[in-house]
């Protein structure tokens, strides 16, 4: 019941500055889709936010759904009530910290990297009296550098997912093989056979609706 409720706080939190920044989009309080957008206009940024959605899809989606916070459960003896839950296997706090804390940290540390930047923006565009958020204009092109584009981003945040993954709990954690390969076999799935033919997909949807 204390997870729950700590996620409805957490998710909640997050509704509220959203409203609140959709409420009032000149107020230089950036919703979402501003943070996304600043980030988005640097090659870096793009690269590491893919990197991050990689990350996160790899846990959530490819791992089997389990949750990466949670220590392996312990079957119930054969007397054990039928209303009780099976108890969670003690963690040693040297494993806590290299497997979850550490790896956890980093992350945030990144995404505190990204508000900083967009920050940045946001107070240089406040400066120069400009509210386009971070936009940037991007010429009309072809199908031949969109394409281009997508692989080299979706390559490079896939390269910057192993690297940090290979680094943070390959040395950090001290993971098993097995756990490196499923990361750099997951991360290529999500990158290369749901990632890029998604955006091909969407980026054909949007040229039919702007035609129309």
Known sequence: MVGLVAWAVVIGGFLVVEGVAL????????????????????TLGRWALFALWLW???HLFVRG????????AQ???????AGRSAALAPVAMDDLLRHDVI????????????????????????DDSSRRNGARAYPERGWGPLLRHI??????????FVVVVGLVYGLVA??????????????SFLAFVVAVPFFVALSWLTNIGRAR
């Open 23 to 42: 409420v009032r989009p000149h107020d230089q309080w950036p919703a979402l889709s501003d943070v996304m957008r600043i980030v988005t206009a640097s």
């Open 56 to 58: 996160l899809g790899w």
């Open 65 to 72: 759904w389990q949750f990466f916070l949670r220590a392996p």
């Open 75 to 81: 079957p119930r003896a054969p007397n054990a009530g």
């Open 103 to 126: 790896p956890l940290l980093f992350v945030y540390v990144a995404v505190l990297a990204m508000l900083r930047y967009c920050g940045r923006v946001l107070h240089a565009q406040h």
């Open 151 to 160: 692989v080299v981003t979706s390559t490079c945040g896939y390269v910057l």
């Open 174 to 187: 001290e993971v098993t093989m097995e756990f490196l390969r499923d990361a750099v076999v997951g991360g």
